[in-house]
Structures are given as C-alpha cells and as structure tokens.
C-alpha cells in the first residue's frame, strides 16, 4: 500500500544536539512539506519541496534545515539552533498544480529535548 | 498574510445530533478547501475536499463552501462519539500555478456526548 512513514516515532534529543527526522513516501508525489504542530496549536510550515534538490522556507524555518536529494525522501535535521525544538513533526506529501487534492500525512515523530 | 480562521472549542453536541463546524478564510483566490479529521496524538486524516461553491456531502459528511462570504463549513449528521476530535480546516494558497501549498487553521475540538 501506498503511504509516507516518518520515524522514528518518538525521539529524545539533548541540548545542543542535532537531530535527524526521517520521512518516506511511495505515492509518487512531486511535493512533500515538514509541519511542526505544539500543543493545543494548529500546524506551521518549517519547509517544503515542490521538486527533487529544491526547496523553499515556510514560516518558522529558522533553526532547521531540510534536504531532497531522491523523490521519495525529504529528511528533516532539527539543529542546535532550534531554540524550542520540542513538539509533534509532521511529513505530508502532495501531487503539485491545480489536481491537487490536499496532503497526505505520515504517523509523526513526537521529539523531546531532555 | 493569508489567514484561515476557526473557533477553537471545544463544542459539544449530542450523539445523534448535527455538528457544525465553520471556517473563514482571507486569500480571495482560493480555489481548493480541505477538511481534515485529528485524532488526539495522531496526524491528520483527509475527510472531505470541496472546490466549487455549494454543497458536497459524503456519507455523513457534507461541506459547504461560499465563496462570495470566504466561508466554508462542515456538517456531520447523526453524530457519534468516534466523531470526537479536532476537525482542521485548510486552504490552497494559489501564489502560483505549480504551488500547492495548504493553509491550516488552528482547529476545532468537537466532543460528542454520549
């Protein structure tokens, strides 16, 4: 079955530490985007990828990086930088254009600086 | 900067009963509206898309959009208690042609008392 997997489900990270968060996807989707969702808050971009090694800043960027080197893969590194990192992370993918038909997401990664 | 607004909730509404559920968006140029379904925990699910003004109903879901009024609304009819959960409301920011980049609003919690 077509689907995007996100691992690892939950992760610990310590200060001054840089994570990695990993997102899968075999639909075939041209777009993907990374998502990070606090508590009781709706969802704010962090970055998204229309196409293979591009990809653009959404509104809260700042402290981490994105890469798209395959289709299928859109790895997210949350860095030292990222001053609040703990919260729910969420990977959707999309086709692009005008037949879009909204995101599918993965399963999340909750992430915890301990 | 593009907005899509919903009262956060929660509202309670008895089994068997109707929900409503609204949403109101800013970006005039809006041509796609999604309704996705938030498990507490879980990643959002896609529960029903609607691009043309009027009404779509699916099952127990219909969605109506009005586009003059930057409105869009979810109904759920005979209300159950699995229905319980934040329902977010989404918007496709057409910047351009090829984006397909989504808008989401913060949520609103339903609860279904039995």
């Known amino acids: 079955d077509g689907g995007i997997t996100q691992s690892p489900k939950y992760l610990f990270r310590k200060e001054g530490q840089n994570v990695t968060l990993s997102c899968e996807q075999n639909?075939?989707?041209?777009?993907m985007y990374w998502y990070r969702q606090d508590p009781g808050q709706g969802l704010r971009l962090i970055y998204y990828?229309?196409?293979?090694?591009?990809?653009q800043k959404g509104d809260i960027a700042e402290g981490y990086s994105v890469s798209r080197e395959k289709k299928e893969s859109f790895p997210l590194t949350v860095t030292s930088a990222q001053k609040n990192p703990t919260a729910f992370y969420l990977c959707a993918s999309s086709r692009t254009g005008r037949d879009s038909y909204g995101y599918t997401f993965g399963s999340g990664t909750r992430l915890t600086v301990v | 900067q593009k907005e899509v607004e919903q009262n956060s909730g929660p509202l309670s509404v008895p089994e068997g009963a109707i929900a409503s559920l609204n949403c109101t968006y800013s970006?005039?140029?809006?041509?796609?509206f999604f309704w996705y379904r938030q498990y507490s925990g879980k990643s959002p699910e896609l529960i029903m898309f609607i691009y043309s003004n009027g009404d779509k109903e699916d099952g127990r879901f219909t969605a109506q959009l009005n586009k003059a009024s930057q409105y869009v609304s979810l109904l759920i009819r005979d209300s159950q208690p699995s229905d319980s959960a934040t329902y977010l409301c989404?918007?496709?920011?057409?910047?351009?042609?090829?984006?397909?980049?989504?808008?989401f609003g913060s949520g609103t919690r339903l609860s279904i008392r039995p």
């Open positions: 639909l075939n989707h041209d777009a």
């Open positions: 989404a918007v496709n920011s057409q910047a351009d042609s090829s984006a397909s980049k989504i808008i």
């Open positions: 990828s229309q196409i293979v090694n591009d990809f």
């Open positions: 970006d005039r140029g809006s041509q796609s």
